[in-house]
């Protein structure tokens, strides 16, 4: 499913039509996180290191039941914890599995300078390449989610794959895989936004969460890792996840018009370079200093 | 659970008390959210914490720990006011209509009749049903019973029903529980709301665990849910039911196989001492039909004596005979209560020389852990079975004994290298009576060696000695049936099928209970899991996943006792003409044409017993009917529970301040046992729990549950913090009358400051996870100390479960 080579085209001894022949799908992989569902239970945390062989580190205590203050280079899948007290004086404890967004217009794949350290997958995984990494850190500053991680011994980034070595296998990502209530859903991005405005309006019909909705961020053309939140004016309350992410303003100027001035400058210089030449000729070469004397 | 886990997902309505299953069950909790996704069920949760089970409720009411009685009471009261009550069903499937005799008196005062202050026990033959017939039955029920079925009798169950809960008005309600009225009303109205107009469709059920089991009259809530659920007419529906969620993989199991003092595998009574003769004790234990001349019980347990015989050739084989009484001399008989709680007691008092702790630790588990671990230097010797090194077979090392102490301790002690639950095979039965096979996935490692080939290997030595030396009564250990292949570590399989139980003729499995004889011709390890291996193969490892009904009874999956029945009571899911209340989550019903109940699930009930016999639907009761009045000997504290406060409590009783605590509930009083008051300063209620980063007292060993939650601590309201000028991760130090715990403070707002009959009332909560083994223990970064120092050993009467939530301490920055 997850890039469209295993689809089924033919069926041996199969009467009728052959399910999803000649429909035109839509290939997105997307991770679909019903906030409203997720008990916090950490399978996912746990799931994502034991699939990413991640060793065991010493946490220390932070007053709150999150393992700890931020995701790290070796520890892409943290459940944030946060006690927000409503204006009616009742306690919303909100719960949010954070990780890689893998945003459509990817802000750490624009900062990067390395050939190669960051792709976007056809099926919209973004993923770090650690060997052509050159650790400048650029992604971290283009990345409006604060996801990558610096490993200072090792000078390489690291953070959510999305699980792009299952994905490819055709598997669901490991933390869909351990999540118990079914909080965690993961499919095509139709499908998945599809579930969640369903999940969403449900949640807006028949419970107190009026202001349910999606959360897909459109400063990024949308992300890969949706969120039904139960209230969607205020995404800020989950642990910080921002209410409109858009690539930082200087990335976007680096590498769109700064680049093109850049470029601009680089390529009349060239031109420069070559009209005077053509002008002026090669430079003459100095008279022998002895002259002088 | 009188239903199962899979079954939450055909419910309307949750109410989730004593109970956190997001975090101590979360995968059986997925059907919980399912029933929220795929039903917009409602889910209410009430708990002393604001848990990540109720992070996901629809509604969150916040309790004092140990005031459920007084919440659940003024349920049932709303639904009375409001008739929010299953009219037919309570006059036909529960006893609302039976009269009680004269001279039985509710406990307007906190005393039923009948109280002896003397014993603190009480007399319960006043506790008893009207005969119908005008003769006394003194001590014994009724075989004809009065009723009265427009329940207008002033003493017919329901009126008394009425009575007793006319007093837990929303503004009592508030008084004891710190629940505000409105809030109350809120979640009574909701929770009710099923059964609007009388209407049967709809069905809610009512999820608990330990937190209800204990408190020092942990019995008597459980008892209240399940009259709210009879009153509502929810039992024995899909989606419906009173569920314990066990709090152990295999703890189900345990029980089933006689895990408790007091019973014997199937829940068979266990002799007494005044049981003379196999006769008299299954005389006893038999119980006879009881309800209205008109009506009809078939009264299951009428078969005890079939049970009884085929579990003594179980266990004595040819040695069990109807000369001898069937070796009933062979068994135990009890003279008095030996619970965890006594066993620890008596050891203290220097009566209990030694112990062997199998798949528990003692220490870490019970209350007052200092006690038990004075208790355990007294001993001669401990044998400890398990696979880390935890607390109870250090004992000897807990903080605060030094090395000369330590020296002095003469307990001579064993430790024997266990095997993990992945490395042994055979069944674990769940919360939902499923007895499920698994296998092992890897063998134990180094010398560490299966549970049963431990147990076998000490037990043919103990027998070997028996036989060399003879012994006071050697016959049941030298008759004991012992016919496995290798005697030294039969294989589970092997005593699974013994369990099930052969006819002793054919040599043939049996195929349920039904075939079970007294006259010697079978034999049944354990009458319940009759069915589980028959010559159909093993029932209980079956893995189709199937559901027809689409209502998650899974029939091919596994197997529950009994005989396969996984919604208990099911006939009362159908009206008294045997058609469904809701023909949408039909669990059986009568087929007129085929003359017999027929449907989804296994029918749990006389299958050719036509509606109009009137034959009630729990069959396992006298009564055939759902018990809302306990008669006689059903409960030590009373057939109607009463609101107490728990033993240690910040405030007296407002119903009855004169007597404010379960006057039948079990202090102990050794010189270990002490009790705080609020007037010597222990003011907060203290609740324990677990997490679901941990199990128990395992992880501490495991690097990744470490990792999660590293180190203990101890869940405090802001405004206490604030109070006592406590930030987060500051250390703390817990004080009960018993000892002193050390954490680190977690300010949290999910625990608020409750008024309590105009009393301002602090809880704080502590998980119990930590001990002084374990990673972060053994490299000296927590306090080293156990949760349970602090709690009292109080317990409650009948199951005999300490009252770990909802006791008094003190607290300071440390």
């Known amino acids: 499913m997850a890039n469209g080579t295993l689809q089924i085209k033919a069926i041996s001894g199969h009467a009728g039509t052959v399910p999803g022949k000649n429909t035109s799908r839509d290939y997105d992989v997307c991770k679909l996180i019903d906030v409203t569902t997720c008990i916090g239970c950490k399978a996912c945390e746990v799931a994502c290191l034991e699939w990413n062989g991640y060793p065991f580190r010493e946490t220390v205590f932070d007053n709150t039941y999150q393992t700890m203050p931020d995701t790290a280079w070796n520890y892409y899948n943290l459940i944030r914890f946060n006690e927000h007290v409503n204006e009616d004086g009742t306690l919303s404890w909100l719960m949010r599995k954070d990780q890689c967004m893998h945003c459509a217009d990817p802000g750490c794949l624009r900062a990067c300078p390395a050939d190669g350290a960051i792709v976007q997958y056809t099926n919209g995984i973004v993923d770090f390449q650690q060997e052509n990494c050159i650790g400048c850190q650029y992604c971290v500053t283009g990345c409006p989610f604060n996801i990558p991680k610096f490993n200072p011994t090792t000078k390489k980034v690291h953070k959510c794959t999305l699980c792009s070595d299952r994905v490819g296998a055709g598997l669901e990502p490991a933390c869909i895989k351990a999540c118990p209530t079914g909080c965690l859903h993961f499919g095509t991005k139709d499908d998945m936004k599809d579930l969640a405005e369903t999940r969403a309006a449900q949640l807006r019909e028949h419970t107190s969460h009026k202001d349910a909705g999606v959360y897909d961020p459109p400063g990024v053309s949308g992300t890969h890792v949706i969120y039904v939140l139960h209230d969607i004016n205020n995404p800020e309350r989950y642990g910080g996840l921002p209410k409109d992410p858009r690539v930082p303003w200087m990335v976007r100027l680096w590498k769109g018009p700064l680049k093109w001035i850049g470029n601009f400058g680089m390529v009349a210089g060239i031109i420069g370079v070559a009209a005077h030449y053509m002008r002026f000729g090669p430079k003459a070469e100095a008279e022998p200093e002895e002259s002088k004397k | ?814």
Request: net charge neutral.
């Open chain 2, 1 to 814: 659970m009188t239903n199962g886990w899979v079954d939450i997902k055909n419910t309307d309505m949750m109410l989730i008390m004593g109970g956190n299953p997001a975090e101590n069950h979360p995968c059986g909790f997925k059907w919980a959210i399912e029933a929220k996704r795929e039903r917009n069920a409602k889910m209410i949760v009430v708990d002393p914490r604001h848990t990540r089970t109720a992070a996901v409720s629809d509604m969150y009411v916040q309790i004092r720990a140990g005031a459920d009685i007084a919440f659940l009471g003024g349920l049932i009261r709303y639904a009375i006011e409001n008739q929010r009550i299953a009219k037919e069903y309570l006059v036909n499937f529960t006893n609302a209509a039976f009269l009680v005799q004269e001279g039985f008196k509710l406990p307007e005062d906190g005393l039923y009749s009948g109280f002896d202050e003397e014993s603190k026990t009480y007399d319960r033959s006043s506790w008893n049903y009207e005969s119908g017939d005008g003769r006394a039955t003194p001590n014994a029920l009724p075989g004809n019973v009065a009723a009265d079925l427009t329940l207008e009798h002033p003493r017919c169950v329901y009126q008394q029903l009425k009575r007793q809960y006319s007093r837990y008005t929303p503004e009592m309600v508030e008084r004891i529980t710190g629940v505000p009225k409105e809030q109350f009303l809120k979640a009574a109205d909701l929770f009710t709301s099923i059964r609007k107009d009388g209407d049967m469709k709809n069905v809610a059920t009512i999820i608990y665990a330990v937190g209800w089991t204990q408190h020092s009259f942990g019995t008597q809530i459980i008892r209240t849910a399940a009259m709210l659920q009879l009153l509502l007419g929810n039992v024995g529906r899909a989606g419906g039911g009173v569920n314990a969620l066990r709090g152990h993989s295999n703890i189900q199991g345990a029980t089933d196989m006689a895990g408790l003092f007091d019973s014997l595998p199937g829940y068979l009574k266990i002799p007494s001492v005044d049981d003379k003769d196999f006769d008299s004790w299954i005389k006893r234990t038999t119980p006879t039909s009881s309800k209205p001349a008109d009506w009809d019980s078939w009264n299951y347990y009428s078969n005890t004596s079939k049970f009884a015989v085929s579990l003594l050739k179980a266990l004595y084989g040819p040695a069990a005979r109807k000369e001898n009484n069937w070796a009933f001399d062979y068994l135990p008989k009890i003279d008095r209560e030996y619970s965890w709680t006594h066993i620890f007691n008596e050891m203290y008092e220097g009566k209990v020389k030694g112990l062997m702790a199998f798949g528990m630790n003692a220490v870490a588990i019970g209350p007052n852990s200092q006690k038990n671990i004075d208790a355990l230097k007294k001993a001669k010797f401990l044998v400890v079975c398990d696979i880390y090194p935890e607390e109870t077979s250090d004992f000897w090392r807990a903080p605060g004994i030094t090395p000369e102490e330590t020296k002095a301790i003469q307990t001579e002690v064993y430790r024997l290298p266990g095997a993990g639950f992945a490395e042994k095979d055979g069944t674990f039965v769940n919360s939902a009576r499923w007895l499920q096979w698994k296998w092992a996935a890897v063998p134990p490692p180094g010398d560490a060696k299966l549970d049963q080939e431990i147990l076998s290997r000490i037990f043919l030595k103990v027998r070997e000695l028996y036989r060399k030396e003879g012994g006071a009564f050697p016959d049941p250990i030298l008759n004991l049936s012992w016919n496995y292949s290798i005697a030294e570590n039969p294989s589970l399989s092997e005593v699974a099928r013994e369990l099930n139980g052969r006819a002793l003729d054919t040599g043939q499995q049996l195929p349920g209970f039904a075939a079970l004889k007294d006259d010697g011709s079978t034999s049944c390890g354990n009458w319940i899991w009759c069915g589980s291996w028959t010559e159909a193969g093993a029932m209980m490892q079956r893995r189709d996943p199937a559901d027809p009904s689409g209502l998650g009874l899974h029939p091919n999956w596994g197997w529950s006792w009994p005989m396969n029945r996984r919604v208990l009571y099911n006939r009362a899911s159908c009206d008294v003409s045997g058609k469904p209340w809701d023909p949408s989550r039909a669990l059986i019903w009568w087929n007129e044409e085929q003359k017999k109940w027929v449907g989804n699930d296994v029918v749990d009930f006389k299958p050719d017993s036509p509606p109009k016999d009137h034959m009630g639907p729990f069959i396992m009761n006298a009564e055939g009917v759902g018990r809302i009045f306990a008669p006689l000997a059903a409960f030590a504290d009373g057939p109607f529970p009463e609101f107490y406060e728990p033993t240690e409590s910040p405030v007296e009783n407002a119903l009855h301040p004169k007597r404010s605590k379960n006057p039948v509930a079990e202090r102990f009083r050794t010189a270990m046992d002490k009790y705080g008051t609020p007037e010597e300063g222990f003011t907060i209620v203290c609740t324990t729990y677990r997490l679901t980063e941990h199990y128990h007292y395992w992880t501490k060993n495991n690097p990744m549950n470490v990792q999660l939650v590293p180190e203990p601590f101890v869940e405090i309201p802001m405004e206490l913090a604030a109070d006592l000028g406590i930030k987060g991760g500051d250390k703390v130090k817990v004080t009960s009358a018993r000892a002193s715990y050390q954490a680190k403070a977690m300010v949290t707002h999910r625990i608020k400051p409750m008024t309590i009959d105009g009393k301002k009332v602090y809880q704080i909560g502590i998980p119990i996870h930590y001990g002084y083994r374990g990673i972060q223990e053994d490299a000296g970064r927590t306090a080293r100390s156990l949760t349970n120092s602090l709690t009292p050993t109080v317990t409650d009467p009948n199951a005999h479960t300490p009252e770990f939530k909802g006791f008094l301490v003190k607290l300071e920055k440390a």
